[in-house]
C-alpha cells in the first residue's frame, strides 16, 4: 500500500522539489532525440524507442556513472530501459547511429572522468508496447547526488515508512496518439518540457 501511495506522491504535488542551485555533484547532461524504428528480429519486424544522450563530468572529481532510464506514457505504463530489447535491436541501433563513440547501457557505466575529453555519449532503447499514447516521458537518475525524503505513514500498520527521491531529469514528448512507425521515419518526437524534478 506505502508502494502504491509513494507513486502517486509526484503527481499529487507531494514531492520535494530539487535544490535551485545545486548542492551536490551535478553532471553535465546533454539530451538528444527520442526516435522510433522498426528492427528485424527473430518473430519479424518490431518497434523499438531510442533515446541518445551525453554527459561530461565538471565536478572536480572523477566519479562513478550509473545511470537509470525509465520511460512512461499517458495510458499509465511505465517500463525500464533495456527490458525486453535483445542484444541484434541494441547493436542494430548503434549501428544506425554511426556515432563511433556511442555506448549501450550497459557499456556506458562505470567511471567518468573529468573534462569535456572525457564525455559520455549513450543510447537507450525500450519495446513499443503501446501504439496509442498521446505523451510519452523520459526520467533520467544517475547524473546528479543530490537525494531528498519525506515519512508516509503504512496505513495499514501506522508505521511510517522513508522514502528517498533522487534528484531526476525529466524529458516531455508529444506524440501524436497512433505510432505509424513507417510513415516517421527518421523524425524525431518534439520535446515539450525538460526540467529537473526528486523522484
Known amino acids: ?30 539530451t538528444g532525440e527520442l526516435r522510433v524504428a522498426y528492427i528485424d528480429v527473430a518473430d519479424g519486424a518490431a518497434a523499438y524507442l531510442y533515446f541518445t544522450y551525453s554527459v561530461a563530468n565538471h565536478t572536480g572529481k572523477d566519479l562513478e556513472f550509473v545511470p537509470s532510464f525509465d520511460l512512461a506514457t499517458d495510458n499509465g505504463g511505465v517500463a525500464a530501459s533495456g527490458v525486453g530489447v535483445p542484444p541484434s535491436v541494441t547493436k542494430a541501433i548503434l549501428r544506425s547511429l554511426e556515432h563511433p563513440f556511442m555506448q549501450d547501457q550497459v557499456d556506458i557505466l562505470g567511471p567518468i572522468q573529468q ?39 503504512d496505513p495499514r500498520t501506522g508505521e511510517l515508512k522513508r522514502l528517498i527521491f533522487r534528484k531526476t531529469l525529466m524529458l516531455r514528448f508529444a506524440t501524436p496518439g497512433e505510432l505509424r512507425v513507417a510513415e516517421m521515419g527518421d523524425k524525431p518526437f518534439v520535446v515539450v518540457e525538460k526540467r529537473w524534478i526528486m523522484r
Open 115 to 153: 573534462g569535456p575529453e572525457n564525455a559520455k555519449h549513450g543510447v537507450v532503447i525500450w519495446p513499443v508496447d503501446d501504439f496509442d499514447a498521446d505523451e510519452i516521458r523520459i526520467f533520467g537518475a544517475g547524473f546528479s547526488g543530490e537525494t531528498d525524503s519525506i515519512e508516509l505513514t
Open 1 to 30: 500500500v506505502v508502494v502504491a501511495a509513494a507513486a502517486l506522491i509526484p503527481a499529487m504535488g507531494l514531492a520535494p522539489e530539487p535544490d535551485p542551485v545545486p548542492k551536490r555533484w551535478q553532471l553535465n547532461v546533454t
